[in-house]
């Protein structure tokens, strides 16, 4: 049943009772990363209108509430997998700092995510920064990015480089959390790690043993393996200890900030209590669990994710977070070719790739995670809302996932399908999904104010999630009452 969302004001005072919420809302975020590289190239993002305005503007109005800020270490040239690199100026410090500057200013929440690479990061490449490579050397003479050093280092050798990353992780960590706390952007979740299934800092803090090629430092399988590759032994132990350190850094700043472990396949309970068992085992210290679920990767329906979503809060008594999602609104990217996802065929007939689909996907993302048994999904957070298509005068594309050594040149954009706003930079349908979760699940709290003689002097109104439990009343669709 579907809550009404005013609380009548005079029913309210003729309770004569205020009221104080105290659980969280439900978030309705996506990752705001990407939007200061997009700005730079000069992409535009417009309202329903096609009125050109600021993105968080269209985002926050729509009722997005919390935005992901993914913290790379130093992006740019020759600090990548070999191959590509991040462009440089973008995704690192002073960026993610501007960044949460302005989700704060638009009464975002923020989550922040510590990817602790100058790359991207996920269930199969780690790598180990730039930066910590050379102060790893420079403080035990080791260099971590030799591949034959890796495979014939004593126990000794990488017992040594292993307590030189868990203070570098520390100190890190520590050093950008003061950061935020001193521009007042402290984030409510911080995940330490992206998508760390496969472990943190290969070959260091892997989750099983593994092969890593070494010229790209990622994890390779069956035929791509080699006996050139670096070997990774399985190592829980030094995972938690890197997780530690990171979780310690932040609760010495921020002890309200809760902590996330975010991992790949979500949907997947196998893939989850494999892991997690383990990370209890070995003493790791989280709040959340994190979860990426994308339909395309995962064959799963919202159905099966709310399933999963149940079944994994209650093994582990931890609220969850939807880390990522992500769902095609027209079947290619603009120039005809395939995206970074696909659809599934549980869904071909009932969310088509269309802007309607679309709509119809968060929408019902929304309304299933909400009824995630005890209200312990916490909520969604989109990737990626905002990397949308930009190009240059003659049609050439500006906007690309990585940059090439080689050459230097931009490779396509392949989530600009998936994104929030259209090839032209206009918003899609689908943050009248946004705006209507907000809409249908918003209460507005009346609280008296009264003098010494029991007068009302004022009344204060505040909009709440309905998900922000009301202590000591009920909710009959109707209105607020005492138990």
Known sequence: MKMKRLIPLLIALSAGFSVSAYAEDFYRGGDITELSYIESLGGKYCDAD?????????????????????????????????????????????????????????????????NYSDYWSNGSRQIIPDDWVKQIEKETGYNVKDADFLNKMTTEERAEIIDCLENIVYEYTLDIMKKLNAQG??????????????????????????NMN?????????????????????????????INAGYKAVKEV?????????????????????YLDKLDAAGAKYDVIGASYY???????????????????????KDIMIMETGFNWNETIKDGSAGQLVDIEAYKEIFPPTQEGHYGYMKALFEGLRSVEGDRCLGALYWDPLMIHVEDENGNNLSGWAYREEDDGVEKCIVENTTLFDFDGKA????????????????????????????????????????????GYIWDGQMIDRK
């Open 50 to 114: 096609g009125n050109n305005r600021d993105a968080l503007d269209i985002l926050a109005e729509n009722g997005m509430n919390m935005a992901r800020i993914r913290l790379t270490n130093n992006p740019g040239k020759g600090r990548g997998d070999g191959i590509y690199y991040l462009p440089e100026g973008f995704q690192d410090e002073t960026d993610c700092l501007a960044l949460a500057k302005r989700a704060k200013e638009h009464n975002m929440k923020i989550q922040f995510t510590f």
């Open 185 to 210: 952007t402290l984030p409510e979740y911080v995940s330490l790690g992206n998508e760390i299934r496969g472990g943190l800092l290969f070959p260091f803090a892997n989750t099983y043993k593994a």
């Open 214 to 242: 070494r010229d790209r430092f990622e994890l390779v399988f069956g035929d791509d393996k080699s006996d050139k590759d670096i070997i990774c032994p399985e190592d829980w132990d030094s995972l938690a200890r890197f």
């Open 254 to 274: 921020s002890p309200e900030s809760r902590i996330i472990i975010h991992l790949d396949d979500g949907s997947k309970v196998s893939s989850f209590t494999w």
């Open 295 to 317: 339909p395309a990767w995962s064959g799963n329906t919202i159905d099966t994710c709310v399933d999963f979503c149940n079944e994994i809060t209650k093994q582990y008594d």
């Open 428 to 471: 899609i349908k689908s943050l009248e999904a946004y705006r209507d979760d907000m809409e249908e699940n918003t209460v507005t709290v009346i609280e008296p104010q009264y003098d010494g003689n029991g007068r009302l002097t004022n009344v204060e109104t505040e909009k709440t999630d309905i998900r922000n439990a009301l202590e």
